[in-house]
């Protein structure tokens, strides 16, 4: 169930940012607007993509020595 959840949500996202790159170049002309929203949905389709890009594990990090 989790897994549907997670991929009905990135079918909502993806969708919501064609739809902005929909609005910022053929409904109204905002380039700028519409190159940032590219930049970002081809991102996230690489990091999605690209097994190598995902965190296998998040770590606390180490914690300085008290000396």
Do not use: C, R
Not at 1 to 13: E, G, P
């Amino acid at each position: 169930m989790a897994k549907f959840i997670q991929v009905a949500s990135n079918v909502v996202l993806y969708g919501f940012l064609v739809w902005l790159l929909y609005d910022s170049t053929l409904h109204t002309w905002d380039p700028w607007f519409a190159s940032v929203v590219a930049f970002v949905l081809v991102l996230s389709i690489v990091i999605t993509l690209v097994p190598g890009l995902h965190a296998k594990a998040v770590s606390p990090g180490e914690y300085p020595y008290d000396d």
